[in-house]
């Protein structure tokens, strides 16, 4: 004060008191941060305070410091008496910094033939960088090309490369290239279960191309040589406990199959049981003293809990819906297979409409949905209409220039799933008995599986979709087809049929909704079921259902025909040429017929008729 000059300056009771805030109206923060206030202070009797007007925002010290403490809005006040000034404070959270990550998703090693060219794929997040490749052998493997997501690589020469990804920050990731000889274009092993009980087999199939490889494949046992014994085709089960199996071949290797291998069985009648109800436990082949002293291990002992009845009998309570496993053992080293199971709160159908069922319409996946679906009368197969025309397969097997009609046959869940495999005998996908089908393939792949019909057809060839649960899902017709070729001239002979020779079988025929049928002028190329009516067509399924065994008009008491005389074909020129159905997916046998032959559609007149006889196929294992 000894330095102002008092004369110059005007009086100090002319200056008005006053606080201003110098860091402006408002200001953010992150949380952690801190601001030290400026202040003009002017002609004051006190000393300038500060308040926060929300504590837990931010808090501010005598001496102005504003510290950040979580997100949201606060005003800091600078005052003394009754002047002030404020400024309103904003806090938010911290930007973190995300760290790049760089992921090759392609599983390594990778192995590919000379002159192959893959893709590798990667996944990379918070970078928007340049990503190089590095490539520790470019003699062997050569980067073709690069994409946001993937990079291409060719095989050059025989050998191993390292290709590496790299971001800016020294993020990396690699995968080794092997390029193996082409000799072996592919290997892969099947097998027909992967578990197996003590002293039970199991087959085992070696996919080798070319085929002339197949001598020299060798089966390894990896893991669990006490456990299997391998004999060309077929694994015994040795011992209880894990094995891993791969083929090699010219130094090319397959897939890794893991077996379980167990001591008894334990299975239920369905893999499924309700919330609050439970399920009995069969148990077979155990050989240890008492099943009461059996323990249990449970993979999510929140779904499922076992228990023994005062009987003795095991049962598995439902606890919360969800899928879980479990398998039993017992102190000698007595292990059961391990045993899936879902546990369900109900039909989820009963509450849903039509409408709402079929909006978001997806193929049903296990026998248990299909028959909550069935009580609702929904469908479980797909919904869309055929064509008349079949898909059929561009890989067709065959032996000795005839087709192959698969012989085997796989029933899971106690025989009510019938699993349709593709002509390369992998799974394709499943249909359910008593479920609702109406395409082509899974309706032949039902009759095939139970020589029966699907749950959504009916007999009676008058029935309207407007009197029916089923509606433009409903199809008609299974009644008994003669094959009368005096009669009907221009339909071929079906193997074995009764009524010609010494044929044994009889037919039945049902109807397959397609979009319409344009080979027969005498039908009308409707869409099949409209939802109001129900136009026919010229298609038709007709099978060998049973054995005549001289009593053709009762069939209450005629035998169903065995798997061997099983036969499917298909029509969509009412009955003037046939194609067999060959028991995989998308498998038809060449057509027969009179419009083969070059015959007249559905002449009467024997002279204009020339059906074709039908063309044998070769029933075996697909290779």
Partial sequence: MSSCNFDDDPPISHIEPSIEILNGPEAELEVGETLQLSI?????????????????????????????????????????????????????????????????????????????????????????????VSNSNPNVVDVMGQYPSAIMVNGLSYGTSSITLLLDDG??????????????????????????????????????????????????????????????????????????????????????????????NISMT?????????????????????????????????????????????????????NTSFYLFDDNGFISNKLQVEVIGGNPYTDISKEEFYSTYTRSTSYTDAMYRTECHFMSGLIEVPDQEPTIDTHQPEIKGKLIHNSETNYPNRGNTYIVVDSYGNDAFEIYYGAAYTSLEEVVAYIYAWGDVPVNYVENKNERPLHS????????????????????????????????????????????????????????????????????????????????????????D??????????????????????????????????FGNITGGGVISSKNPNECNPTPYVETVRDRLP
């Fill in 40 to 132: 003009s202070a002017k002609n004051l009797e006190d000393d300038v305070a500060y308040e926060s007007s929300n504590i837990s925002i931010a808090s501010v010290s005598n001496s102005g410091l504003i510290t950040a403490l979580s997100s949201g809005q606060t005003t800091i006040k600078a005052y003394s008496d009754d002047i002030f000034d404020e400024i309103l404070i904003t806090v938010v959270e911290p930007v973190v910094e995300l760290k790049p990550t760089l992921k090759i998703t392609t599983e390594g090693p990778l192995t590919i033939s000379l002159n192959q060219a893959v893709s590798i794929y990667f996944e990379v997040e918070n970078y928007n960088g340049e990503i190089y």
């Fill in 171 to 264: 993020t990396k990731a690699s995968i080794d290239v092997i390029v193996e000889p082409d000799a072996v274009s592919s290997l892969a092993i099947e097998v027909s279960k992967t578990e197996i009980r003590v002293n039970d087999i199991a087959s085992l199939r070696i996919l080798v191309s070319p085929t002339e490889y197949y001598p020299s494949v060798k089966i390894n046992i990896l893991v669990g040589e006490d456990c299997i014994e391998i004999e060309g085709s077929t694994i015994f089960g040795r011992k209880s406990g894990t094995a891993k199996i791969q083929a090699e071949c010219d130094g090319f290797y397959s897939n890794i199959v893991e077996l379980s291998i167990f001591d008894f």
């Fill in 270 to 322: 369905l893999n499924s049981v309700l919330i609050g109800d439970h399920e009995r436990v069969s148990i077979a082949n155990y050989e240890g003293q008492q099943i009461s002293n059996l323990n249990w291990q449970i993979d999510d002992g929140e779904i499922i809990s076992l228990q023994y009845s005062p009987m003795g009998d095991l049962y598995v309570n439902g606890l919360k819906e969800g």
């Fill in 469 to 556: 649960l089923w509606g433009e899902y409903l199809r008609l017709n299974n009644s008994q087809f003669t094959g009368d070729v005096d009669e009907y001239p221009y339909e071929p002979e079906l193997p074995d049929i009764y009524g010609i020779g010494d044929g044994n079988l009889l037919y039945y025929e049902i109807d397959i909704g397609t979009t319409g049928t344009d080979c027969d002028p005498d039908f009308p190329n409707y869409i099949y079921n409209d939802g109001y009516s129900i136009e026919r067509g010229a298609a038709r399924i007709v099978y060998s259902r049973y054995y005549a065994d001289d009593t053709p008009y009762t069939t209450s």
């Fill in 558 to 591: 005629n035998e169903p025909v065995n798997p061997e005389d099983r036969y499917v074909f298909y029509t969509y020129n009412h009955y003037n040429d046939f194609q067999e159905h060959l028991n995989y997916e998308n498998g038809w046998s060449e057509m």
